[in-house]
């Protein structure tokens, strides 16, 4: 079967939003179909097994997030903060369906090592980036430093989509800019902005 890569995409996202909407036990190929518009079959015709699916639900994730933060800038402090914030914005709002399914993913990638490994490429990725923004920046980063800035992060955004104000309210995640400036002077507490 010669692939459309356009279909393909579709079939990924559809996956996603799938993923983000019903779970894990949500995700089978006749709901990829619907949720894509596409002809029963489809889905099957393109990824034979739930586990080609999720896979490439996964992969799918790794290619959307570096889409979008390769074009990111960084020469300050300051900067790296409004990239912290945009992203955690995003992940809020038009990201939510794609961060909700990496939270699944991980579950998945639990019992699934096919998973796990795309995911740990965004992972590998997510630490580079941060590494490289937090330099950017001018701080004195190490992968520690950006490791413990990173997994902050990660772990914010499952709270902020998943726990209610009172709780958001006791970690600090109802002032997002304090939040990240805080992290950031956790991180590297020597650094004078």
Same mark, same amino acid.
């Given at each position: 079967?010669?692939?459309?890569?356009?279909?393909?995409?579709? =079939?990924?996202?559809?996956?996603?939003?799938?993923?983000?909407?019903?779970?894990?036990?949500?995700?089978?190929?006749?709901?990829?179909?619907?949720?894509?518009?596409?002809?029963?079959?489809?889905?099957?015709?393109?990824?034979?097994?739930?586990?080609?699916?999720?896979?490439?639900?996964?992969?799918?994730?790794?290619?959307?997030?570096?889409?979008?933060?390769?074009?990111?800038?960084?020469?300050?402090?300051?900067?790296?903060?409004?990239?912290?914030?945009?992203?955690?914005?995003?992940?809020?709002?038009?990201?939510?369906?794609?961060?909700?399914?990496?939270?699944?993913?991980?579950?998945?990638?639990?019992?699934?090592?096919?998973?796990?490994?795309?995911?740990?490429?965004?992972?590998?990725?997510?630490?580079?980036?941060?590494?490289?923004?937090?330099?950017?920046?001018?701080?004195?980063?190490?992968?520690?430093?950006?490791?413990?800035?990173?997994?902050?992060?990660?772990?914010?955004?499952?709270? =902020?989509?998943?726990?209610?104000?009172?709780?958001?309210?006791?970690?600090?995640?109802?002032? =997002?800019?304090?939040?990240?400036?805080?992290?950031?002077?956790?991180?590297?507490?020597?650094?004078?902005?």
């Amino acid at each position: 079967m010669v692939e459309n890569r356009d279909r393909r995409d579709r =079939l990924c996202d559809a996956a996603i939003e799938v993923l983000a909407g019903e779970g894990g036990r949500g995700l089978t190929h006749r709901a990829v179909d619907r949720a894509a518009e596409l002809p029963e079959g489809t889905a099957k015709n393109y990824f034979p097994t739930r586990d080609s699916l999720l896979r490439a639900a996964a992969e799918r994730c790794v290619e959307r997030y570096w889409s979008e933060l390769r074009q990111a800038e960084i020469d300050t402090v300051d900067q790296l903060l409004a990239l912290l914030r945009l992203m955690i914005e995003r992940a809020m709002t038009v990201n939510r369906s794609r961060v909700l399914a990496y939270i699944e993913l991980h579950a998945e990638a639990a019992r699934n090592p096919q998973v796990q490994q795309a995911l740990a490429r965004l992972s590998r990725a997510d630490l580079d980036l941060h590494l490289s923004a937090h330099q950017a920046a001018g701080l004195p980063a190490t992968r520690e430093s950006a490791a413990m800035v990173t997994l902050a992060v990660n772990s914010a955004l499952t709270y =902020l989509l998943t726990q209610p104000p009172d709780v958001l309210a006791s970690y600090g995640l109802d002032d =997002l800019d304090q939040f990240l400036s805080r992290l950031i002077a956790s991180a590297y507490p020597r650094h004078r902005g």
